[in-house]
């Protein structure tokens, strides 16, 4: 059974700093990784999809990694701003639909 | 193009009552899925759709009911509401597997 870990759970940094979350999983026979933020309350927004046989993918100031045979992926978010506080969720797709982390919350303070 | 659509967004239900949750999609996805979202358990897969006529189950599909007559609409029917089924619903859908999954807004429901 596919279980997806996410490190740290909470994350406290100030304006303008890089950071890196984490996201391991436990079975390396995926078919892709996508990467979600989730505002208190909302729903969830895509921010990256990373195929099995991609190494990353980038979208602005979010890079994600993936390391399939590691079992392990990072997002890296360059120069933090406030508006970036939010959760962030790592779900992993293989054999099911997504198997996701309980995600890492994020706050940029100004 | 609406994406995924959920209704209603928002349903206090009392212990013991029925409804059903709705989902549809206007992108021709054959996969549809369900999760539920509780704090501290993340997003857990309720059951799944790979196309109309067929369903499977996910991690926690106790005390629910699902069918796909049509590839646009898979709706959640909860048979026999109860207080441990308080959550927020979230339907997906793609293309496949290996594809992006869009996600709706959700449903808040409460049970008393």
């Known amino acids: 059974k596919q279980e997806v870990t996410q490190i740290p759970a909470a994350l406290s940094v100030p304006e303008g700093e890089n950071l890196v979350l984490n996201c391991s999983f436990t079975d390396s026979a995926i078919y892709n990784l996508q990467w979600f933020r989730q505002d208190p309350g909302k729903g969830l927004t895509s921010l990256l999809l990373i195929q099995s046989s991609q190494r990353e993918q980038t979208s602005g100031r979010l890079n994600a990694s993936l390391d399939k045979s590691s079992g392990r992926s990072t997002l890296y978010i360059a120069a933090s701003q406030p508006g970036d506080s939010a959760t962030y969720l790592c779900?992993?797709?293989?054999?099911?639909?997504?198997?996701f982390g309980k995600g890492t919350r994020l706050s940029v303070i100004a | 193009n609406a994406g995924v659509t959920q209704t209603p967004k928002f349903q206090v239900l009392k212990t013991g009552q029925s409804m059903t949750l709705q989902c549809a999609q206007d992108?021709?996805?054959?996969?549809m899925s369900w999760y539920r979202q509780d704090p501290g358990m993340g997003l857990r897969l309720i059951h799944y759709s790979v196309g109309a006529g067929i369903t499977d189950q996910g991690e926690v599909p106790n005390g629910y009911n699902v069918s796909r007559s049509t590839t646009e609409d898979f709706p959640l029917r909860l048979l026999s509401a109860a207080p441990s089924q308080t959550s927020v619903y979230f339907c997906?859908?793609?293309?496949?597997?290996?594809?992006?999954?869009?996600f709706g807004p959700g449903t808040r429901l409460t049970v008393t």
């Open positions: 992108m021709n996805h054959e996969y």
């Open positions: 997906a859908s793609s293309r496949g597997l290996a594809f992006e999954q869009y």
């Open positions: 779900a992993v797709g293989s054999s099911t639909p997504l198997v």
